[in-house]
């Protein structure tokens, strides 16, 4: 499967790249502070976005911050409180079906917005959670290890998986830390063809 990798210009602090293949197109930023890069605006340290060809489901990783906006158009939305979070994901013109975090099914959520938004209480700071609706399927991973928002902020590996299935028993950081690993080595490999 051929791949075309591109660096895209940021407006911020930071560095992102987009790799596409027939398949799926992935969108990688990693910095600092609000950011704007390709159809993107963040303040997250990281995000990893994989858009597959011919489908509305998306795969997201958002560590370290507290929104994700898409065509300008808010994605993501995270508000840390005493217990955990609140994250908020837009689904416009969906109606949510069910969530599971870590694999295992979800009821601490409710519709917002008519139906086209969905806010999910958390325990949890770092999660993987599976939305499910009629029309599209996210799959998100949240995490706070580098803190949100705040301009000292590290950000460090998330402990969440994305997968087409989660198995409620599995150890839920080896896979996002490969992920980030080949992410790094995508990005070494692109700069040194570059040079």
């Not at 409710?110 to 399927?137: L, R, W």
């Given at each position: ?68 906006r ?22 416009p013109?969906n109606?949510?079906?069910r ?28 999660a ?36 087409d ?31």
């Amino acid at each position: 499967m051929d791949k075309k990798t591109e660096e895209l210009p940021v407006t911020g602090n930071g560095n992102a790249i987009r790799v596409g293949s027939s398949a799926n197109t992935d969108t990688i930023y990693s910095g600092t502070g609000d950011a704007t890069f390709d159809i993107f605006k963040t303040d997250a340290g990281t995000v990893f976005f994989r858009q597959p060809k011919n489908s509305a489901d998306y795969y997201c990783m958002l560590s370290g911050g507290t929104y994700l906006r898409k065509n300008g158009d808010d994605l993501i939305g995270i508000s840390k409180t005493d217990a955990g979070m609140e994250i908020t994901v837009h689904m416009p013109k969906n109606t949510i079906q069910r969530i599971t975090r870590d694999g295992m099914p979800y009821t601490n959520f409710k519709e917002t917005n008519g139906g086209s938004a969905v806010k999910i209480i958390s325990d949890k700071t770092n999660a993987a959670f599976e939305i499910y609706s009629k029309k599209q399927t996210a799959h998100i991973i949240v995490s706070d290890e580098g803190g949100l928002s705040g301009p000292s902020r590290t950000v460090t590996p998330p402990t969440g998986i994305i997968r087409d299935r989660y198995p409620a028993d599995q150890n839920a950081g080896g896979f996002t830390f490969s992920l980030i690993s080949g992410c790094i080595i995508i990005l070494a490999g692109w700069y040194v063809r570059r040079e």
